[in-house]
């Protein structure tokens, strides 16, 4: 059974730093691409960044280009995304995804809150 | 970026009732659209990809068609455990973005 768990979300101030990770289990973790997906409270979802099946390719939406950093660790199964100068606007929920080759986004986390306030 | 237009944002139904959702994107994205579902305090699930392919394991109630750029979710009958968030992704070009939901409650 496919399982991904992220953790590392909670309460942060702005401009601080906070690193999220997925643990994935139930497949062969090097094969897939990766991604992270955030929902602001009372917004719709956005893409926030993908990671492709090696780590050698990365992308961002515009937001949070220069500020988050996605990465893997194969060997441990492990998707990251270290999230520098939080903002307020960051606050969401943030879900990990399983990118298929046809089907894109198969499968899901349950999602870590982060919350961006003073 | 491509918009996805999803509506209603809320849905009231009674169960058995046939139940439609419906996302319009601002340019052709051929089939490339998914649906999920998701229950409060758990994962998305993928329903439908490719518009009209339904997902292994995902009761057959659950229908995607596709006509140009809008694309239709049908459950056909509701049952109780279809209460839920439902959205759309299209997957066609980068960014990846995603109808604003739908919220389905019982009538």
């Known amino acids: 059974e496919v399982q991904l768990v992220e953790s590392g979300g909670g309460l942060v101030q702005p401009g601080r730093s906070m690193k999220l990770s997925c643990a994935a289990s139930?497949?062969?973790?090097?094969?897939?691409?990766m991604a992270w997906v955030c929902q602001a409270p009372k917004k719709g979802l956005e893409w926030v960044a993908t990671i492709s099946y090696d780590g050698s390719s990365t992308y961002y939406r515009d937001s949070v280009k220069g500020r988050f950093t996605i990465s893997r660790d194969n060997a441990k199964s492990t998707l990251y995304l270290q999230m520098d100068s939080l903002r307020s606007e960051d606050t969401a929920t943030y879900y990990c995804?399983?990118?298929?080759?046809?089907?894109?986004?198969?499968?899901w986390g349950q999602g870590v809150m982060v919350t961006v306030s003073s | 970026d491509i918009q996805v237009t999803q509506s209603p944002s809320s849905l009231l139904a009674s169960l058995g009732e046939r139940v439609t959702i419906t996302c319009q994107t601002s340019?052709?994205?051929?089939?490339?659209l998914n649906w999920y579902q998701q229950k409060p305090g758990q994962a998305p699930m993928l329903l439908i990809y490719y518009a009209t392919s339904l997902q292994t394991g995902m009761p057959s109630r659950f229908s995607g068609q596709y006509s140009g750029r809008s694309f239709t979710l049908t459950i056909t009958s509701l049952e109780p455990e279809d209460i839920a968030n439902y959205f759309c992704?299209?997957?066609?070009?980068?960014?990846?973005?995603f109808g604003g939901g739908t919220k389905l409650e019982l009538k």
């Open positions: 139930g497949f062969t973790f090097n094969n897939y691409d």
């Open positions: 995804a399983r990118t298929h080759r046809y089907k894109d986004f198969d499968y």
């Open positions: 340019q052709s994205i051929s089939n490339n």
């Open positions: 992704l299209q997957h066609y070009s980068a960014p990846r973005t």
